[in-house]
């Protein structure tokens, strides 16, 4: 399906690397652990890690595939532009259609238009509505987001996108002239967000009630591009101030955020390169 895959990849290429040092994290990986598994495209760009499962599948298990950043709006925009013909799997009879027209008019609304991708050793190619692409992926070796995944993470919090956005702007000001360091913490009913040391603060409602507390810091300008637009419940997980948190929404890919140190807490490694391995 053609424009929920462009769509996905539309999302996770803000997710990407804008600089030249690493090459590879201006890409999205594509990798399948075998031919009955989903493919997983991932974007990283040192402090932020995106994922996210695709409607197909290869035939062959694939390591890692990284397609250029560059060709996704390329791509978007000659989808725009290509034939509007969808196609259609197990079409009607032509003698059904001429008892029954409505079936055949039923059967073009609800198909798909479909993008045919090719790869192997040479470039990858994109086939849609008599236009073909061609790119070739990115050499080097992308992060391995397998060891995040697998991480516990026993603190879960809550809340609703928009106030979590609202009560950053509200700060948004202060942090900056400060350290750009937003402190999200959370007991009982509500999640307080602040500056460091509460120099500017709000709190917002969480819709899990915890009995215990806890605390974690981050950049300020990555959490409300995180939260900007997003509508409904997301899901915060984190195992402590020093450690990535995850964040999972209603739609789009899930969220790898790197973690600032806030005082009063164990000085986490430098998060610089943050998710920093091998897409298997």
């Known amino acids: 399906d053609g424009d929920t895959l462009l769509k996905r990849l539309g999302e996770l290429v803000g997710y990407a690397s804008k600089e030249d040092a690493r090459p590879v994290l201006q890409g999205i990986a594509l990798s399948s652990s075998g031919k009955d598994e989903a493919v997983v ?39 725009k532009r290509g034939d509007k013909v969808p196609s259609v799997q197990n079409p009607v009879p032509v003698e059904n ?24 050793k040479g470039p990858m190619a994109w086939e849609f509505g008599g236009i073909r692409l061609t790119a070739s992926p990115i050499e080097g070796t992308f ?22 956005f609202r009560a950053l702007k509200q700060i948004e ?54 939260l900007s637009k997003k509508e409904g419940r997301v899901l915060m997980e984190s195992s402590g101030p020093g450690q990535a948190a995850s964040f999972t929404f209603r739609e789009g890919p899930d969220v790898l955020l790197m973690p600032m140190f806030i005082g009063g807490q164990e000085k986490p490694a430098p998060t610089e390169e943050a998710p920093e391995p091998s897409v298997s």
């Open 173 to 226: 000001a202060k942090a900056h002239e400060l350290s750009s360091i937003v402190v999200l913490r959370w007991g009982g009913q509500t999640m307080r967000v602040s500056t460091p040391k509460d120099e500017a603060s709000t709190q917002i409602a969480i819709a899990n009630p915890s009995d215990g507390e806890g605390a974690i810091g981050f950049n300020i300008k990555y959490l409300l591009k995180l």
């Open 97 to 120: 259609l001429n008892k029954e027209p409505s079936l055949g008019i039923a059967q073009m609304v609800a198909a798909k238009r479909l993008i045919k991708l090719q790869v192997g």
């Open 41 to 79: 495209a991932v974007a990283a760009d040192g402090f932020r890690l995106a994922w996210c499962s695709l409607a197909f599948k290869f035939p062959e298990p694939v390591k890692q595939l990284v397609l250029p950043g560059s060709v996704v709006p390329a791509l978007q925009y000659l989808w």
């Open 143 to 164: 992060p391995d987001i397998q060891q995040f995944l697998g991480q516990e993470r026993p603190n879960k919090v809550v809340f609703e996108a928009s106030e979590g």
